[in-house]
């Protein structure tokens, strides 16, 4: 026996960068290393393959550890029925509601339809506000605010023993309406006398919210939305302490509102980020800084109609980020709500996600688990200082009133959102489910019946709104008029798979082709397992009914009987001939046979589907 500890590395070498980076030159032979391993966020920010373990910030302030609270979303039109499924999901184990009222933008075209004290109280009855948190999503409005209060008032209860974030956001609101609804100086003057107002009554707050869904949604990066919310808490500050509210009773008065998708990194740097970012505002105005309160929620820009079931999975992931990321309060959209207003049984997976993760993956037991992590810490940091230079541009732009008025914020987001949306249609960037490897005929979960109502889009507007866009929205569009074909006419459109050659040698570029044509809503069709004469190709093709046809093979098929086939699909009245792959050399040959264009990786999948359903006689709905 020995005390001497024993050490797993002795016999191996030191790690050390420098021996790293040969071994990984290695293994490149002569690639670019940049171009193969360092990949680069929305905001240009560098992404390494490997970082060395970095410090732990001690001056990070977030939610210590403990779990955060589960919100649920009362936003049924009826009253009663809201009521009974806010119920369940207490019993199930919320310990907040979010009151997500008909008229916001949070509401996807549903929303409780509460516009008096008494409709409130039916929705909320046997609610004890006093036991759980309330949370009000943003309306254009902000009137909730005093429904609610009325409510409080009725009730007998302590304003100041209630913990209720009221979700007054006028200029978020105003981002989304496309105008201000006066001169922001008199909007900021309503705002502040709502938020004094609620606090004579007890309300201890916080009373207005930066909600940073409408800049996720039209399509910002994570640096844009870091800055925004920046920009506007500046703005609200400057408006309370205009109202004669001391600074430290301003910043008390505000919340977060930050959306978190399935994007790991990105997503615990950008919680981390807006902590220690609206820590350095509170140091610049003379305040000891306190820890800001997040509500996070799932984002709507991620969330899908096809293969409902993966939202559960960007969800979890989701969930762990903002669990990890410290957010103090946390709502899943429940996986179902891209397709309808979600029963109870999608609400009931939107918060077992949570108790799981919380009670036993132990998400909650460590405050900051990421700090120290040196990939984390170097995105926190290099996230910390794209935000703070694109928050003194709109501050040198006359604040964030001033520059939405003058577009400017709008046209740095949309060009973001384009570059996005053009890596997603060349599925750069892929989306499960919708982009790679949807189903071709989607199962349709259950909603509740009840019709959404259309959300018009702004008029009047004085600037441009920021429009709210799920990312799969193009390809599920491309789907959904599929399956409306398949209804008008009986079948699925189809095209014909000429699958040269044995299986082994086809079926890479087959199986890539049937799953891009069921990104189209579109069913791959094929006899037997490969063809090696041309003329039981076309024969075959003849019997599938289809009248397009798609040669798949390796590229020395393709060279002995890739234009013998083509010719044979055309004598049998193939419309057109697509090629699985790139022509190379063979293209003019082949074109003359009757191929007519190829399909491979890095094309735009919605021009390239737009294309074909147009070929097949499929009709946008």
């Not at 009974?84 to 207490?90: G, I, K, M, P, T």
């Not at 009137?143 to 006028?170: H, K, N, T, W, Y």
């Not at 410290?326 to 108790?355: F, M, Y």
């Not at 021009?607 to 097949?616: D, P, Y």
């Amino acid at each position: 026996m020995t005390d001497t500890p024993f050490q797993l590395a002795a016999d191996f070498a030191p790690a050390d960068a420098a021996r790293w980076r040969s071994l990984v030159d290695a293994a490149l032979k002569g690639a670019d290393f940049d171009r193969r391993l360092v990949s680069r966020t929305a905001d240009g920010i560098a992404i390494q393959p490997l970082y060395p373990r970095a410090p732990r910030d001690a001056a990070m302030l977030g939610r210590p550890a403990g779990p955060w609270r589960i919100a649920q979303r009362v936003d049924h039109p009826d009253p009663k029925a809201a009521n009974a499924l806010a119920l369940d999901d207490l019993t199930g184990g919320a310990d907040m509601l979010t009151l997500t009222f008909a008229g916001s933008a949070a509401a996807r075209g549903f929303g409780l339809a509460a516009p008096t004290v008494d409709a409130l109280d039916a929705a909320l009855a046997a609610v004890n506000l006093d036991m759980i948190a309330i949370r009000l999503d943003p309306t254009p409005d902000g009137q909730q605010a005093e429904i609610v209060a009325g409510l409080v008032s009725r009730r007998g209860l302590s304003a100041a023993g209630l913990q209720i974030d009221f979700g007054l956001d006028p200029v978020g609101q105003a981002a989304l309406a496309g105008c201000f609804p006066a001169p922001w100086a008199e909007v900021a003057a309503g705002s502040a006398a709502t938020v004094q107002k609620l606090a004579a009554q007890g309300f201890t707050g916080p009373f207005l919210t930066l909600d940073l869904r409408p800049a996720d949604e039209a399509g910002s990066s994570e640096a844009q939305d870091l800055a925004i919310a920046l920009s506007t808490g500046i703005a609200y500050l400057r408006m309370l302490e205009a109202a004669g509210l001391t600074l430290d009773a301003a910043r008390r008065a505000i919340s977060f509102t930050v959306p978190v998708d399935a994007d790991q990194l990105l997503g615990l740097a950008k919680l981390r980020a807006l902590r220690r970012l609206w820590q350095r505002i509170e140091t610049a105005s003379g305040l000891a800084p306190l820890p800001a309160r997040i509500h996070a929620e799932t984002s709507w820009r991620m969330a899908t109609r096809r293969d409902a079931a993966v939202n559960m999975l960007r969800a979890t992931m989701a969930c762990f980020v903002a669990g990890i990321g410290g957010a103090d309060s946390l709502t899943i959209l429940p996986h179902t709500l891209a397709l309808g207003l979600p029963d109870g049984a999608a609400r009931r997976i939107a918060r077992n996600i949570q108790h799981v993760l919380i009670e036993e993956s132990h998400l909650a037991r460590v405050a900051d688990p990421a700090a120290g992590s040196g990939a984390i810490e170097a995105l926190t940091g290099d996230l910390m200082e794209k935000a703070w230079g694109l928050m003194q541009d709109i501050e040198r732009e006359g604040g964030i009133a001033a520059a939405l008025e003058a577009g400017k914020v709008q046209a740095r987001i949309a060009a973001t959102a384009d570059a996005r949306a053009a890596d997603i249609a060349r599925r750069k960037l892929a989306i499960t489910g919708t982009s790679e490897f949807p189903p071709v005929a989607d199962v349709m979960p259950r909603v509740l019946d009840v019709a959404a109502k259309s959300v018009a889009a702004p008029s009047g507007t004085a600037f441009a709104p920021l429009i709210s866009r799920r990312l799969a929205a193009p390809f599920e569009a491309l789907a959904e008029a599929a399956t409306a074909h398949a209804h008008r006419t009986g079948a699925r459109p189809k095209v014909f798979l000429a699958s040269l050659g044995p299986l082994a040698e086809h079926s890479a570029r087959s199986l890539w082709i049937a799953n891009l044509l069921a990104v189209g809503g579109i069913e791959a069709v094929s006899e037997g397992e490969g063809f090696t004469a041309s003329g039981d190709a076309g024969a075959a093709f003849a019997r599938s009914g289809a009248t397009v046809a798609c040669l798949c093979g390796s590229d020395t098929t393709y060279g002995e009987i890739g234009e013998a086939t083509a010719m044979a699909l055309v004598n049998a009245g193939a419309r057109k001939i697509y090629l699985a792959g790139r022509p190379g050399a063979l293209e003019a040959a082949l074109t003359a046979a009757g191929v007519t264009g190829h399909l491979a990786a890095g094309q735009d999948v919605v021009a390239v589907m737009s294309a074909l359903h147009e070929v097949l006689d499929v009709r946008p709905v």
